[in-house]
């Protein structure tokens, strides 16, 4: 999901509630990622500084400092980027630094989860029965 620079705070809110999501990362007209506003985001830049989210925009509150990833990167590079830049959120950039997706530590976390799965059904069916 992604939006403009310009887009409302209170519109940002909505899509994230709308499309039951944390996040929604900011565009410019290329579509190339300019920033990222997370529910967290709404949480502490808008509702703790007690500011007017009619006023606002995703430009006044987005994080600009992304961390991306392309869309060949593995589990275990979209892991190490996050861990090491303390980030929950990847954006994910074409060829030409367009915007193609987002992995989250959530995707992460339930593919892990899958692939435990897949490991413990093999270790049941090599197990001798008791």
Same mark, same amino acid.
């Given at each position: 999901?992604s939006?403009?620079?310009?887009?409302a705070v209170?519109?940002?809110?909505?899509q994230?509630r709308?499309?039951?999501?944390?996040?929604?990362?900011?565009?410019?007209?290329?579509?190339?990622?300019t920033?990222?506003v997370?529910?967290?985001?709404?949480?502490?830049r808008?509702?703790?500084e007690?500011?007017?989210?009619?006023d606002?925009t +995703?430009?006044d509150? *987005? %994080?600009?400092d992304l961390?991306?990833?392309g @869309?060949?990167a $593995?589990?275990?590079? +979209?892991?190490?980027? *996050? %861990?090491?830049?303390?980030?929950?959120?990847? @954006?994910v950039? $074409?060829?030409?630094?367009?915007?193609?997706?987002?992995?989250?530590?959530d995707?992460?976390?339930?593919?892990?989860?899958?692939?435990?799965?897949?490991?413990?059904?093999?270790i049941q069916?090599?197990?001798p029965?008791?």
């Amino acid at each position: 999901m992604s939006a403009s620079q310009e887009t409302a705070v209170s519109e940002l809110a909505q899509q994230l509630r709308d499309e039951n999501v944390g996040s929604v990362v900011i565009t410019n007209d290329d579509n190339n990622p300019t920033g990222i506003v997370t529910d967290r985001d709404l949480t502490t830049r808008v509702l703790a500084e007690e500011a007017s989210s009619t006023d606002q925009t +995703a430009d006044d509150i *987005m %994080s600009t400092d992304l961390c991306v990833v392309g @869309p060949d990167a $593995g589990f275990y590079e +979209a892991a190490q980027v *996050m %861990s090491e830049n303390g980030v929950r959120r990847l @954006p994910v950039c $074409g060829e030409n630094d367009e915007l193609v997706g987002i992995i989250t530590a959530d995707d992460l976390t339930e593919l892990l989860s899958d692939e435990t799965q897949q490991l413990a059904s093999v270790i049941q069916a090599q197990r001798p029965s008791y």
